[in-house]
């Protein structure tokens, strides 16, 4: 049997954010497998890049091709771009193979019946202040294999940190090379920043005509016949960034109070949703109402609620519960394959933190999705060729050197370095 399983998983989003500030973010997903899986969407290699978790580039091993998957991506790129993306590509995926059998080697493991994974995912955070300047939060830069964390970059030590026994021959060997170190951590707080900027700046116009989110306040039938569930929900909104609240008689509601979210989740149009409730007496006649603020599409509204209420009987619902059952479908967003574990979700990285917290993972999930983005492929040059063009790549004069995903073909990195 093999040890890793397939697992699909929803990228858990923060659902609160600072009034003052937007969070942006660009990650690049590499998955690879040991050998072909023969399920259908599955490949045997899979890359992509996503800004705030929108799929802006893919490519996999059976077609072979770095392809754009946003239009303004297209438009604003040209084609040589998508050419050296596809070559970067198509070389890691050399490396991911080379070093799939290295692990296995390293670890006894049989090809034979076994199906492995390696994954790699990297990028960066920044915030963006109400005056719209870009600053770094935080960067990630970390492998995983057969779904358990493997390694990953401490920016803030400069230091590899081994989350296996297996991982720390590598770690020793990458932590002597100190440009390795040095580019890794000038990648994740500045080239990476810079390409984000690039692409937010390609994206404004998506983003301005994005439709606000629709707010719903309903109540449904609780498990107990004397109490109702009064629910907060608010779909279609990008990018994911939104604060809701629900307030009784003017007072925002927290968890100690028995208010539980269901975090932002994706949509099945790359728009996001967020479901926040309460489970309140059915006799209850405070005033309730649901605040939701969507500071990318400048959307503040306050919405009360009517007082309808279920039947008790639990037949009629009202018009509500009819969104309430919307809410409940769980929208799986295929962005790739991340095995990365499930728990790490919640975790945050500081840049402050020590080592053992800001080497913690983002939580992934299986894309074709994150998230995550588009300096976060540059670790990625499996080769160190020498000599990078400095034609430019992008229509208009505003970029970086590289391909955004793809760090520098002169400057040194895991796969330059050769093998895990």
Not at 74 to 103: A, C, H, M, P
Not at 107 to 114: F, I
């Amino acid at each position: 049997m093999a040890k890793m399983a397939l697992r699909a998983a929803f990228l858990v989003l923060g659902t609160i954010i600072s009034v003052n500030s937007v969070e942006h973010t660009l990650t690049y997903i590499y998955t690879a497998f040991s050998k072909p899986v023969n399920l259908p969407g599955i490949h045997e290699f899979t890359a992509m890049g996503l800004l705030d978790n929108r799929m802006i580039d893919y490519y996999d091993s059976s077609v072979q091709k770095k392809v754009p998957k946003q239009d303004w991506m297209k438009d604003r790129l040209k084609q040589e771009y998508w050419d050296k993306g596809t070559q970067s590509r198509q070389s890691k995926q050399q490396w991911f193979k080379v070093n799939i059998d290295i692990l296995m080697n390293r670890m006894r493991q049989s090809s034979a019946n076994d199906t492995h994974v390696l994954q790699w995912m990297h990028g960066c955070v920044g915030e963006e202040d109400t005056n719209g300047n870009l600053q770094f939060k935080r960067g990630m830069d970390m492998y995983n294999y057969d779904g358990d964390d493997f390694l990953s970059f401490d920016d803030e030590h400069q230091v590899w940190v081994a989350a296996a026994d297996a991982a720390v021959v590598t770690k020793r060997k990458w932590d002597d090379v100190t440009a390795l170190k040095d580019y890794t951590k000038g990648y994740l707080e500045k080239e990476c920043m810079e390409w984000m900027s690039t692409f937010l700046g390609y994206s404004q116009k998506q983003l301005r005509d994005a439709d606000p989110p629709e707010v719903f306040v309903f109540a449904t039938p609780a498990k107990e016949k004397a109490n109702i569930v009064l629910t907060c929900f608010a779909t279609g909104f990008y990018p994911k960034d939104i604060i809701m609240e629900i307030k009784r008689n003017g007072r925002v509601l927290v968890p100690e109070d028995g208010l539980v979210s269901s975090n932002v989740r994706p949509n099945d149009d790359e728009t996001f949703q967020i479901r926040n409730h309460v489970e309140i007496l059915r006799k209850d006649s405070a005033d309730y109402t649901c605040r939701v603020i969507h500071k990318a599409t400048d959307v503040d509204v306050e919405k009360a609620w009517d007082r309808s209420l279920p039947l008790e009987d639990g037949k009629g619902v009202i018009i509500g519960a009819a969104v309430a059952g919307v809410i409940l479908i769980v929208v799986c967003v295929t962005l790739g394959i991340v095995l990365f574990k499930r728990n790490q979700a919640a975790k945050k990285m500081s840049p402050s933190s020590t080592p053992s917290t800001s080497s913690e993972h983002v939580g992934l999930i299986l894309p074709p999705k994150s998230t995550v983005i588009s300096a976060t492929n540059s670790q990625t040059s499996l080769t160190s060729s020498t000599g990078s063009s400095t034609k430019p790549l992008i229509n208009k004069s505003n970029g970086g050197k590289s391909e955004g995903d793809d760090r520098s073909t002169s400057s040194p990195s895991p796969q330059s370095v050769c093998c895990l």
